[in-house]
């Protein structure tokens, strides 16, 4: 059985979701585990942190469905250049280097 996924940016044109489902992927992992841990430790109660932590889920995948998917460019557009493409995953890579950095800072 072959399953597609037809994923339609705002122009009707057809988008690749796997970013997309990785970038989700990737800010459930880090919300629903890093996140009750920093609101307990915060004194916040369990129930209050897993909901802040699926709240920042929730607002991470918006942000991701509207860059990755809405605001795409349509599969047949040809690719980007590479300057800018260099410059995105620097980017990323910086961003996600803070992130575990931050992460992994001890609690005071």
Same mark, same amino acid.
Request: hydrophobic share 55%; charged share 10%.
């Given at each position: 059985?072959?399953?597609?996924?037809?994923?339609?940016?705002?122009?009707?044109?057809?988008?690749?979701?796997?970013?997309?489902?990785?970038?989700?992927?990737?800010?459930?992992?880090?919300?629903?585990?890093?996140? #009750?841990?920093?609101? *307990? /430790?915060?004194? =916040?109660?369990?129930? +209050?942190?897993?909901? $802040?932590?699926?709240? @920042?889920?929730? %607002?991470?995948?918006?942000?991701?469905?509207?860059?990755?998917?809405?605001?795409?460019?349509?599969?047949?557009?040809?690719?980007?250049? #590479?300057?800018?493409? *260099? /410059?995105?995953? =620097?980017?990323?890579? +910086?961003?996600?280097? $803070?992130?575990?950095? @931050?992460?992994? %800072?001890?609690?005071?």
């Amino acid at each position: 059985m072959d399953i597609e996924v037809r994923v339609r940016n705002r122009h009707g044109d057809r988008v690749d979701p796997v970013p997309f489902l990785v970038v989700v992927g990737l800010a459930f992992a880090f919300a629903l585990s890093f996140g #009750p841990l920093y609101g *307990l /430790a915060y004194g =916040l109660a369990l129930p +209050a942190s897993v909901a $802040v932590s699926t709240l @920042a889920f929730a %607002v991470a995948a918006a942000v991701a469905y509207h860059r990755l998917v809405r605001c795409a460019p349509p599969l047949d557009a040809g690719p980007l250049p #590479p300057g800018p493409r *260099l /410059a995105r995953l =620097l980017y990323a890579g +910086a961003a996600f280097g $803070v992130l575990l950095v @931050a992460l992994t %800072v001890p609690l005071l």
